[in-house]
């Protein structure tokens, strides 16, 4: 008798990103696909396509590298949930224009979305076509990053780091739309989507809160570690009125 292998949905999701320059790997992070109108976007950080700090404009590695590609992880169509294939996605076109559309608050929103090319063979699994129910997170609620630290994940399925909600979710950090998680945190979970997961009688209940982008003030294992999420809100925002670099 044959078992069936489940999978939440929500897993599905979350995917493992490489940046690369050249083909060199530069940096891990993980990144999730938005859909509107029939056009599909990878969803991710502004610091993971360009190598930078959002804040300051300085490299985040010390060989000052600034990714040309990135490398997906996508699901096969025909194929049992999970089994997925590395696509390459470029982020600049030929004239080194960077490709991705950035919030019309850049450069404080650490979010952008890639407009993706058709994928056939392909099965994207965007995150706003899974059942949610909008609601805003309280404060003290537990949450779920949904991502790859240290590139590290289940077959090439993401990690769900459990954060508490530190912050009010309505309340904007330094005039921007996000707020802080309380959670240790690694490398390679920026870009990851976050979410609420109720459970009841019938079933889980999810819904999406946002874009993790990294944490703040916990240079050793021994301070505070707090996250910055995006609120989901953002998303629509890049997709609709977003810009390119120039």
């Known amino acids: 008798m044959s078992s069936v292998t489940q999978i939440d949905e929500y897993s599905l999701a979350a995917k493992p990103l490489e940046m690369r320059f050249r083909g060199t790997p530069l940096a891990q992070g993980t990144g ?7 056009r599909a976007f990878l969803v991710t950080c502004w610091h993971n396509v360009t190598g930078k700090n959002p804040t300051t404009g300085k490299h985040l590695s010390c060989h000052a590298g600034e990714p040309d590609e990135v490398m997906i992880q996508l699901d096969l169509a025909g194929s049992s949930p999970g089994t997925r294939r590395a696509v390459k ?17 850049m450069p404080a929103v650490d979010v952008v979305a890639l407009p ?12 706003n076509e899974m059942p949610s129910n909008p609601a805003s997170p309280p404060i003290g609620y537990d949450a779920f990053i949904l ?18 909600v530190a912050s009010e979710p309505s309340i904007p950090i330094n005039g921007q739309p996000c707020f802080y998680v309380d959670t240790a945190s690694r490398p390679g979970m920026s870009g990851s989507p976050v979410i609420l997961r109720h459970r009841y009688a019938i079933g889980p209940s999810t819904t999406f809160v946002g874009v993790y982008s990294g944490r703040v003030g916990a240079d050793d294992e021994l301070q505070a570690q707090l996250g910055i999420v995006w609120r989901a809100e953002v998303i629509d925002q890049i997709v609709n009125g977003g810009r390119r670099l120039r």
Do not use: C, Q
């Open 147 to 164: 991502g790859y630290p240290f590139g590290i994940g289940v077959s090439t399925l993401p990690i769900w780091k459990r954060a508490s």
């Open 89 to 105: 996605l470029p982020l600049l076109n030929a004239d080194g224009v960077p490709l991705w559309l950035e919030h019309p608050l």
């Open 116 to 127: 993706l090319p058709e994928m056939p063979g392909t099965v994207l699994n965007p995150i």
């Open 32 to 38: 999730f696909i938005w859909r509107v109108n029939g």
